[in-house]
């Protein structure tokens, strides 16, 4: 037998390629609401193999909301973003960021996209969710660009979230502690899989600081990571349990927030593909379905917060 048979067999017989059951309790969340959530779950088009049309095509199919999407630079892209929108009556959150490693080149280029976004557009977003700033620059040169989000966010009434990624400015739990108690303007969007990466825990030893962040999250990107990455290889897989309740719990927190608030959750389901999405070594072939697994997410999500 070879190797693609012999693993194909062995993924088969652990119920990797037949599906799962859903764990028995994630579908309803431990507390009742006198007011209904409002809620939008959005889809991305990180590991989506067609164009544009046919992305917002499935996602429309799959009942999603909308969609996440980097702000797209040129006039062609964008144009042919808004019209996938318009013809799928989908909604919008843009992602904005930098990938220059020089400080001042780093902040001018996120500046330019960011007001670009928020006044460029053909459709309002919903919000901006941003790839802040590095790891590695200080203190003071990070908190620029929560400086900028702020006054375009206040000039344009858009919501713009600060992320929690790595390699980016809140790349760390205590280290988002100090954005947020030195900068009341700070908005999250949790993506607390980084966390667990980073700390190499469930944060169960810094549950003061995941409280204070979950009270300052607009936004989710609800990818479930463990204590050695970043991504669970299937979240309907058993021995995810408690990881997955850990971070349900999370997100629980975040939706008590909303709707004492009012306000819309915006979320996204952002598991992703290779190599965020594990693989069988020499083959590549993934081990679970990404497209799958959000559609999961977002159904799952549904069946939990909205009565």
């Known amino acids: 037998m070879d190797r ?24 309803k969340a431990p507390f009742q609401f006198d007011n209904k959530l409002s809620l939008k779950v959005l889809g991305t088009n990180w590991g989506f193999a067609g ?24 006039k062609e892209k964008q144009n042919e973003v808004f019209a996938a929108l318009k013809k799928y009556g989908l909604e919008i959150g843009f ?41 590695y620059f200080t203190y003071e040169q990070n ?9 375009v966010s206040a000039k344009t009434g858009i919501p713009i979230y600060h992320e929690t990624h790595r390699g ?19 908005r999250l969007t949790l993506d607390i899989s980084h966390w667990c990466n980073v700390h190499e825990s469930l944060l169960q030893n810094q549950q003061e600081t995941v409280k204070l962040a979950l009270s300052r999250v607009g936004h ?51 598991f992703g593909p290779p190599n965020y999405l594990p693989t069988v070594p020499f083959t590549h072939q993934p081990l679970a379905d990404q497209w799958a697994i959000n559609v999961h997410m977002m159904q799952m999500l549904r069946k939990r917060y909205i009565k």
Request: net charge negative; glycine share 6%; charged share 25%.
């Open 95 to 135: 992602l904005c960021g930098s990938g220059e490693n020089d400080y001042a080149t780093h902040l001018d280029a996120f500046k330019k996209q960011i007001n670009a976004a928020t006044s460029e557009y053909q459709q309002k977003p919903l919000y901006v969710n941003c790839h802040s700033g590095r790891d």
């Open 4 to 27: 693609r048979n012999f693993m194909n067999k062995a993924l088969a017989t652990a119920g990797m390629l037949t599906g799962f059951e859903a764990i028995a309790d994630v579908n």
């Open 220 to 270: 989710i990107h609800s990818r479930i990571g463990h204590e050695e990455g970043p991504q669970v290889n299937d979240p309907r897989a058993p021995e995810w349990e408690e990881t997955v309740k850990a971070h349900l719990a999370w997100w629980d927190a975040v939706v008590e927030h909303k709707v004492k608030s009012g306000e819309t959750l915006t979320i996204l389901t952002e």
């Open 168 to 186: 980016r400015m809140l790349f760390a739990a205590h280290i988002t502690r100090n954005f947020i108690e030195k900068n009341p303007a700070l």
């Open 51 to 74: 164009n544009t049309d046919a992305f917002c095509a499935a996602i429309k199919k799959e009942g999603y909301d909308g969609i996440e999407m980097w702000w797209q630079g040129s």
């Open 143 to 151: 908190r620029a660009f929560i400086d900028h989000t702020s006054e």
